[in-house]
């Protein structure tokens, strides 16, 4: 079993940074690939990045490419996402999701394991 929690979120103003972390409980950390999605109201949850367990491989949406970056601290079992340039179509909850066997899936029902989300909202 995997608990997640994610923090970071917040209001901030279009062209602004966030950097959201989530915590994981459990002793085999580096075992999981993370992922991070994002649900805006009244749409689908959709894929915004995801990492390979020792960090090596990433993968984004094209609408976040080099403006966020995901990373890990395995010793600390946090995963980080880092929003810069944030845009007003960026608002949504924010979830990060553990995967157990895969490497940086990007879909949803590829995870095991989901967090609770963090608000993440841009005003223009």
């Known amino acids: 079993q995997v608990q997640l929690v994610e923090s970071g979120g917040g209001l901030v103003q279009a062209g602004g940074s966030l950097r959201l972390s989530c915590a994981a409980s459990?002793?085999?950390?580096?075992?999981?690939?993370m992922g991070w999605f994002r649900q805006a109201p009244g749409k689908e949850r959709e894929f915004v990045a995801s990492?390979?367990?020792?960090?090596?491989?990433?993968y984004y949406r094209d609408s976040v490419k080099g403006r966020f970056t995901i990373s890990r601290d395995n010793p600390k079992n946090t995963v980080y996402l880092q929003m810069t340039s944030l845009k007003p179509e960026d608002t949504a909850v924010y979830y990060c999701?553990?995967?157990?066997?895969?490497?940086?899936?990007?879909?949803?029902?590829?995870?095991?394991?989901w967090g609770q989300g963090t608000q993440v909202t841009v005003s223009s």
């Open positions: 990492i390979s367990g020792s960090g090596a491989r990433t």
């Open positions: 999701a553990a995967s157990y066997g895969l490497s940086a899936p990007q879909h949803g029902y590829e995870y095991d394991y």
């Open positions: 459990g002793r085999t950390f580096s075992s999981y690939s």
